[in-house]
């Protein structure tokens, strides 16, 4: 489902921070080494005359200076690592310290993807979380914007306690919620499953509600917001806001008056349109285990760029995304199973989870799918905390897992009902638990503060 927390430009789309084999620039070196001066009066000497001999050393501009990241720069002593963190970019470290951000360098077109970098399998380099953006020299790109400590950009409205007013917990904004998302300015927003009308809704931090009212006796089932994660980030956030309409065959729908498919919220006129139409109901098994809210699509969520992505649209197991800056959908893949959820990974592949337990990561570039975990409880909502790369899954037990990039996990927290997760600005987890019969609710929410240092 998300991406979340610090928050992605309509300017600045994946492609922009991203490095192909036509980028030249790179960053300014991290600090001098044991260059050979020129002779009293004389130029200095060239790099075809100077000879670099330290470990992570590289000859720029007849300069011999310590940065591990470059192109031609010589290996880190064993032992030591090459970091591209706030800490200590271009330094060779040992394993283990502070902030420590590296990964195994990958061959990518005319170019090799350096640490905190990925290669998208076209010839571009793309940042690997935690990183937000990537640097390229003629030959070599590397991360940056790989900060060592949380930037709190905001803070929502107080989590309060139940039943009061201008707080998380108002009646007029959380009552019949069945999803929670955050905005990149800590705008709060809620997808509600209720008898009647369902409504879109949102809570300023200052705690100013408003509501949306959306096709009559339409259900709806998941909240989208679009996260500002590429460097630099626009100036006022782009606010982008879709939902999930999952009315099943017997609640009192019909294709065609009332679809299936996916909303989004046009700000100048407070309306619903529909931007990605069912052309059949879909229905499975899990996650929650009530007929009403498992159904329809499911997995809604923005990448890193300005793409939405959302399965089970015609299908049990289709991956459907629609680029919003052309308006073009098309079919990612269709999996095995009935897609449970969905979050962004980094900006070139989405974890999804499959109907069974099954967590995947699926490259967009090629739409080839590799196992990351299992859940032996099913999935009910992901999010990827892009400070330092955990991903928290919620499932129907109640329990909140934490994996860490690799797909190794373990529990971390419990809520008392199945519930939905959301990263807000302030450097929170929360969680939106859900209590049967999943319809006509009063949902509690929790949260728990996440690492504010790698």
């Known amino acids: 489902m998300r991406s979340g927390l610090a928050i992605l430009s309509a300017l600045v ?3 922009a921070f991203a490095c192909s084999s036509g980028d030249t620039s790179f960053d300014a070196a991290a600090s001098s080494s044991s260059a050979a001066a020129g002779g ?3 130029a200095p000497p060239s790099c075809a005359e100077l000879e ?5 050393e590289v000859c720029v501009d007849g300069a011999c200076l310590a940065d591990c990241r470059r192109s031609g720069a010589n290996p880190c002593a064993p ?8 800490a200590s970019p271009g330094a060779c470290v040992p394993p283990g310290s502070a902030c420590l951000t590296t990964s195994p360098a990958e061959a990518c077109g005319e170019r090799t993807c350096g640490p905190g970098s990925v290669c998208d399998g076209a010839g571009k380099c793309y940042p690997r979380l935690p990183c937000g953006s990537v640097d390229c020299d003629d030959a070599t790109c590397w991360g940056t914007f ?3 400590e949380r930037v709190i950009d905001c803070a929502p409205a107080p989590l309060g306690a139940p039943g009061e007013k201008g707080t998380l917990h108002d009646p007029a904004f959380v009552a019949g919620l069945v999803d929670l998302e955050f905005d990149p300015a800590c705008g709060a927003w809620g997808a509600t499953l209720i008898s009647g009308p369902d409504y879109l809704r949102s809570i300023e931090p200052k705690g100013a509600v408003a509501s949306y009212a959306g096709v009559t006796n339409l259900n709806m089932g998941e909240v989208s917001v679009l996260q500002q994660i590429a460097v630099p980030k626009s100036d006022p956030p782009l ?3 879709a939902l999930t309409y999952i009315c ?4 009192g729908c019909e294709l065609g008056s009332t679809p299936q498919g996916v909303a989004r919220f046009e700000p100048a006129t407070s309306s619903l349109p529909l931007v990605v139409p069912s052309k059949t109901f879909t229905t499975g098994v899990g996650p929650f285990g009530g007929a009403v809210i ?6 809604l969520s923005y990448g890193f760029d300005r793409v939405l992505y959302v399965g089970n649209v015609d299908a049990n197991g289709d991956y459907f995304k629609l680029d919003l800056a052309t308006q073009k959908q098309s079919l990612v893949t269709t999996f095995a199973a009935r897609v449970h959820a969905s979050t962004p990974f980094d900006a070139i592949t989405m974890l999804v989870a499959l109907e069974g337990g099954a967590l995947v990561k699926l490259r967009l570039s090629d739409a080839t799918s590799s196992p990351f975990a299992t859940s032996t409880s099913p999935v009910l909502g992901m999010v990827r905390d892009v400070f330092d790369g955990s991903i928290y899954v919620s499932r129907r037990d109640g329990a909140i897992w934490r994996y860490d990039a690799n797909g190794v996990g373990a529990a971390w927290q419990t809520t008392v009902n199945p519930s939905r997760l959301a990263i807000a600005g302030d450097g929170y987890l929360y969680a939106l638990a859900v209590p049967p019969p999943f319809y006509d609710h009063t949902p509690a929410i929790a949260r728990w503060q996440l690492p504010t240092t790698r």
């Open 13 to 15: 789309l994946v492609g």
């Open 40 to 42: 009293a009066g004389g």
């Open 52 to 56: 670099c001999q330290a470990p992570g």
């Open 79 to 86: 032992g030591t690592v090459c970091d591209v963190s706030a």
């Open 146 to 148: 790989c900060a060592c």
């Open 239 to 241: 606010l982008d806001v």
């Open 248 to 251: 099943c065959a017997t609640c």
């Open 294 to 299: 498992d159904t329809g699509p499911a997995g």
